[in-house]
């Protein structure tokens, strides 16, 4: 398995070894799985998810963001050698010796999203509390689900029902042999939104755990239903 090396001045403060099937948390409080005790570092700053052969860098919408070989990312694919900077912080994800690589992010899945790291790093040391108070004021947040697999782009959650299924009239449309017509939905409730399996041999999974009935979902939940892979955020 790949493993996290956790350096501060290039002196090496922990080591961490990533599990298949598990997934790693990092931030600045004590029920991180990679505790960085810096007030750069937001308390639930990022997360590494082990999906399929690789491994998925997000940032949990953390202050003052994760950058990977120096630019700024939302979501990354980890390749051996990646430097992933967290404050003041870098981590090294990096294979052993003789381990086998996955060569790229598996097809249909963006790889990175990069803004402006120089001027964006400049911005934050500078004044980050202007910064705060630039930001838009927040709407009552939207559930978005966007595709890591099976498809392409972001499906905005604004119904009260969404079917997903291979039936060509479902508002998600999944492939897949054993899969429902309609294999699942996800409704718009007061307090959240919850994925409810319907039909179909194949069952969904959120997380990697098969969902037999219904679950609430949470941010950066993965869902995967048939050959589609999608990501659960607010926007």
């Not at 630039?134 to 009552?140: D, F, L, M, R």
């Amino acid at each position: 398995m790949p493993t996290l090396v956790l350096k501060f001045k290039e002196k090496t403060v922990g080591k961490y070894h990533l599990e298949k099937g598990e997934a790693l948390t990092i931030g600045r409080r004590e029920n991180n799985d990679v505790v960085i005790e810096n007030l750069a570092v937001s308390g639930h700053h990022a997360k590494i998810d082990s999906m399929d052969d690789g491994f998925l860098l997000t940032d949990l919408k953390s202050k003052n963001g994760s950058f990977v070989n120096k630019q700024l990312v939302s979501s990354h694919w980890l390749k051996h050698g990646d430097v992933i900077d967290i404050g003041k912080h870098t981590l090294v994800f990096a294979y052993e010796e003789g381990e086998p690589r996955p060569d790229d992010a598996p097809v249909g899945m963006d790889q990175t999203m990069v803004m402006d790291t120089e001027k964006y790093r400049e911005m934050m040391a500078k004044s980050p509390a202007k910064i705060e108070a630039q930001k838009p004021e927040k709407e009552a947040p939207i559930g978005i689900l966007s595709f890591l697999a099976g498809g392409e782009g972001e499906v905005k959650l604004s119904r009260k029902l969404t079917k997903i299924g291979k039936k060509p009239t479902s508002d998600i449309v999944v492939r897949g042999l054993m899969v429902g017509q309609t294999a699942a939905t996800i409704s718009k409730r007061p307090n959240g939104y919850y994925l409810s399996y319907v039909g179909g041999i194949s069952k969904p999974k959120v997380n990697g755990k098969t969902v037999k009935t219904s679950v609430m979902l949470k941010e950066f939940d993965v869902i995967e239903i048939g050959s589609a892979k999608m990501q659960f955020v607010h926007k």
